[in-house]
């Protein structure tokens, strides 16, 4: 049975889930899907069957497009969308890789992400975040950050990422939280002025961060410290470490935090701390509407 | 069936890992064994099993001293060792805390570890291997580098430990190369060339770290970087934000690092890049040293 609104489907395929939108005209929503299979959970040819496990009940007879950002192109991914290389503006419809498939339903778009050769670094799904928030904000000239396991930080200007570079900030927070010796000092709770103190504390002497954690282990043995000073002083020392590497970044600029709720609270914080000036935009929707920007160049082409 | 000349027991009871020795006289071994069940395998009444497994059927008739250092000292190990507060000399038998056995011919002593009150600071284990290594030079003045999973710098005078400072290295080492995204990135070979650059960068902008570890990932997918430069880059790091963070040590002292093969050569190496000027002990029979020393403690008190 074909459901005849839908015109088309916006994917954001990550590593671990994914997300995927069913839409009606250019930026109607209809439902909202997730699902775990992320790349890393799959081969190229297990895509397409996740991609009708989800909507193929949905599918009008005519071709419908899809237009998907996130790991899903990288080189393990279904198929590979190289990367475009800054400076330049978020890749568009016409960068995109297309992907034939079995199922004559589907059109296939993997949008590329951005690459940077000098420092090396690389982007997947937060380009189109960062298209999502320049179709609002067109004349937008600052920096984006983009916390998260990868946290990056853009310099953006004349509709372009000039340069980017990523920290790996989230992903240490939760392997030395998880599992490192520090799992048993670290609760859920959380005290503001533990992190900003953790925050000062980097920004004036960033090496010392391998003593400071292991620090955190000490202080809950001698001081019994109690874990939610410990995981707010935790996400502190590493965020101010991100902050002290990232000053040319934020240093005087225009901030905006495109991130979840919780997290961008967090650099929120950290940053006023520091007489920065910033703020935030909600992350729900950006990627969407990244992705519908996209859409919006194929209905131009057509 | 007993063994007469078997005087005492020497025991390093760490995390994951025991190594026992048993002793004639006062440093004469006879066996060595080895056992995975460490402190973090055990509940307090699981020790003396393991320890009547190990060595049980060579135990005489008489009481035979048991002497132990590391984790098995800890609050959740086989009874709790408090730390001794630095500066004070590696703690000696006289301040071990004795345990109450089922088996009458065991006498079982627990070496505490140390402490410091600020920064907040501890270690169970390095104290025995540093009371080993002032039995072979008394009159050393100077600093210890004791690299591992939480590597440790002590500075010693007049035969104390004045001040400690531990950095998670070896932990981070091991997240990071095993359990984060940069394990598809790291292989199992070396660089010298690679390392000392990373350590370089790292002293000079130790900030930078959790952006130049993302970028190992992204120099493998825009450069093809090697795994063994990765790994090698990935030591460097990690390593060199230490010396950054330790370089009130090790400037212009005199450095004896104790560690084992592999990785004492790599801080060797680094320090050497600084011209600092250092030297390597083997860590192998330090530990014994050092248990061996407290034994000495107890004959003389007899």
Same mark, same amino acid.
């Given at each position: 049975?074909?459901?005849?609104?839908?015109?088309?489907?916006?994917?954001?395929?990550?590593?671990t889930h994914l997300r995927l939108w069913m839409m009606d005209g250019n930026d109607k929503v209809i439902a909202r899907r997730e699902s775990d299979r992320g790349m890393g959970s799959l081969t190229s040819d297990g895509y397409e069957p996740? !991609?009708?496990?989800?909507?193929?009940?949905?599918?009008?007879?005519?071709?419908?497009?899809v237009i998907i950002c996130g790991m899903a192109g990288a080189r393990q991914g279904w198929a590979e969308a190289p990367y475009a290389s800054v400076p330049c503006a978020p890749p568009s419809l016409a960068q995109a890789t297309r992907v034939a498939t079995q199922d004559p339903?589907?059109?296939?778009?993997?949008?590329?992400? !951005?690459?940077?050769?000098?420092p090396p670094d690389v982007m997947r799904g937060e380009e189109t975040?960062?298209?999502?928030?320049?179709?609002?904000?067109?004349?937008?000239?600052g920096i984006l950050c983009l916390p998260g396991t990868h946290s990056k930080w853009a310099h953006i200007s004349a509709q372009e990422v000039v340069s980017f570079r990523t920290?790996?900030?989230?992903?240490?927070?939760? !392997?030395?939280?998880?599992?490192?010796?520090l799992r048993h000092s670290i609760g859920q709770g959380w005290d503001d002025e533990a992190f900003l103190g953790a925050v000062s504390e980097m920004l004036s002497?960033?090496?010392?961060?391998?003593?400071?954690?292991?620090? !955190?282990?000490?202080a809950q043995l001698?001081?019994?410290?109690?874990?939610?000073?410990?995981?707010?002083r935790l996400s502190g020392l590493l965020i101010g470490m991100e902050l002290a590497a990232a000053r040319p970044y934020w240093l005087g600029q225009e901030v905006v935090i495109l991130g979840a709720a919780g997290l961008a609270k967090a650099?929120?914080?950290?940053?006023n701390g520091q007489s920065a000036w910033c703020r935030m935009v909600d992350i729900e929707g950006i990627t969407l509407q990244g992705l519908t920007a996209a859409h919006g160049q194929l209905t131009q082409t057509r």
């Open positions: 049975m074909s459901n005849p609104a839908l015109s088309w489907i916006a994917v954001d395929w990550g590593t996740v !991609l009708l496990d989800l909507v193929g009940d949905q599918l009008p007879e005519t071709q419908t497009p339903r589907l059109s296939v778009h993997i949008l590329p992400g !951005l690459s940077q050769m000098s975040q960062i298209a999502g928030f320049l179709a609002s904000e067109p004349n937008f000239d920290y790996m900030t989230g992903e240490l927070f939760a !392997l030395l939280s998880g599992q490192s010796v002497r960033p090496a010392g961060v391998a003593a400071e954690l292991f620090g !955190l282990r000490a001698l001081q019994a410290q109690s874990p939610d000073v410990a995981r707010a650099y929120e914080t950290a940053l």
